[in-house]
Each structure stands twice: as structure tokens, then as C-alpha cells.
């Protein structure tokens, strides 16, 4: 089983809809978790951080965590063909860890979002 | 805030000779400096990690004598590939932490190698 894992899709919304992008982790002690963007061609870009259960909103962003089902999400509303991008998702590691301080980055999830 | 920098952004060289790629934080000390890789189609993997003024910590299977990389300063840290092989063309990119959570990444350095 990969420490996280995403589907690497491709997903492919209409130009205002929800995007729903999902991420799995394997480590049940993990305490924070990233939502990074990465264009093409590009490096990444943080979009988001969450480390307590529930929702994180910021402007068309939710993050969503469930440490209990081990499952962290990423919705974009009203999604822009600007949102075109692969999203990763990251797991850093926690103390007494064997990956303290790093993160671990699923293969990505590439979103597409038509007009 | 948290701007990282990398130079060069891409470079091509031959094969068995060495490149040097620097990591800058502007307008931030990072105590920690990370160096990834990312082939075409794939995700990023941790290279090793570095703190000012200590010997980076490698990722298993990432030869130390092969990526050379040096944190003098809290805001520099640099990649050297040696005897760099066709093999080694891929995309580097560091990021940087301030002691907290959050890693700022840098645009990446595009290598090729021919």
C-alpha cells in the first residue's frame, strides 16, 4: 500500500462546477496535510494546509480532513479552466515517524476543467 | 512572502561533467532546505534534507557521493550533480521551511544532460 495515494484521474469538470479531488494516507499518526498545485512544466504551489478534522475553507478551496478514515480532500468551487493542473497531495511526517518533518506526496491527481 | 529561488532554471550539459544548482530563500531563514526530483509523468521524490550548517540526510537509494549538497547559510543551500549521466535529466526542484510547517517550493531546474 503507497503511503498516500490519489486517483490520478485525469477528472475532467465543466467550467463552473465542483471539483472533487481525493487523497488516502497510510500513516494514522500523520497530523498535517497539503493540497499543492503544480502546472505544467512548473514547480509546485501551496494552495492549502488543514491538521484538525473538518473543514478549511479559503475563497473557492475546502479542504477536508477525516483522521478517523484516514482520507483528506480538496474542493474547488466554481472551478476556472485556470484550475487546470495536477494537484498533490502531501503528508508530512510526524514525530517518531520514520519520516519526521518530510513530506510525502501522492502521485497527483490531474484536473481538467472545460469551458 | 516565502519566495524561493533557483538558478539556473534549466541547463544542459555534457555527459560526466557536473552542474551546481542554488536554492535561495529571499525573504526567510530556512533552517531546512529539501531537495526533490521529479521525472516526466511522476511525482516528486525526496532527494535528501539539509539543515544550515549540518550534513544533509539522504533518501534511501540517493547516492551522497553523486548529489553533493551544502546548506552554509540560512538562506543557500546547492545541488551539485557529479558526473552527471543522461539518466540524471530530470527536473530538481527545492523547497524551503522556516521552522514551521509549511514548505515554499522553488520553480525547479530542468536538467538535461547529453
Known amino acids: 500500500q503507497k503511503e498516500v495515494e490519489q486517483n490520478s484521474g485525469p477528472l475532467s469538470v465543466p467550467e463552473g462546477a465542483i471539483a472533487s479531488l481525493n487523497c488516502t494516507y497510510s500513516?494514522?499518526?500523520?497530523?498535517?496535510f497539503f493540497w499543492y498545485r503544480q502546472y505544467s512544466g512548473k514547480s509546485p504551489e501551496l494552495i492549502m494546509f488543514?491538521?484538525?478534522?473538518g473543514d478549511k475553507e479559503d475563497g473557492r478551496f475546502t479542504a477536508q480532513l477525516n483522521k478517523a478514515s484516514q482520507y483528506v480532500s480538496l474542493l474547488i468551487r466554481d472551478s476556472q479552466p485556470s484550475d487546470s493542473a495536477t494537484y498533490l497531495c502531501?503528508?508530512?511526517?510526524?514525530?517518531?515517524?520514520?519520516?519526521?518533518?518530510?513530506?510525502?506526496f501522492g502521485q497527483g491527481t490531474i484536473l481538467t476543467v472545460h469551458p | 512572502g516565502a519566495v524561493v529561488s533557483q538558478h539556473p532554471s534549466w541547463v544542459i550539459c555534457k555527459s560526466g561533467t557536473s552542474v551546481k544548482i542554488e536554492c535561495r530563500s529571499l525573504?526567510?531563514?530556512?533552517?531546512?532546505m529539501f531537495w526533490y526530483r521529479q521525472f516526466p509523468k511522476q511525482s516528486l521524490m525526496l532527494m535528501a534534507t539539509?539543515?544550515?550548517?549540518?550534513?544533509?540526510?539522504?533518501e534511501q537509494g540517493v547516492e551522497k557521493d553523486k548529489f553533493l549538497i551544502n546548506h552554509a547559510s540560512l538562506t543557500l543551500s546547492t545541488l551539485t550533480v557529479t558526473s552527471a549521466h543522461p539518466e540524471d535529466s530530470s527536473f530538481y526542484i527545492c523547497?524551503?521551511?522556516?521552522?514551521?510547517?509549511?514548505?515554499?517550493f522553488g520553480p525547479g531546474t530542468r536538467l538535461t544532460v547529453t
Open positions: 523547497s524551503a521551511r522556516e521552522g514551521g510547517y509549511e514548505q515554499y
Open positions: 500513516d494514522r499518526g500523520s497530523q498535517s
Open positions: 488543514i491538521y484538525s478534522n
Open positions: 502531501a503528508v508530512k511526517g510526524h514525530a517518531g515517524g520514520t519520516s519526521y518533518g518530510k513530506l510525502t
Open positions: 525573504d526567510f531563514q530556512a533552517t531546512t
Open positions: 539539509s539543515n544550515e550548517g549540518s550534513k544533509a540526510t539522504y
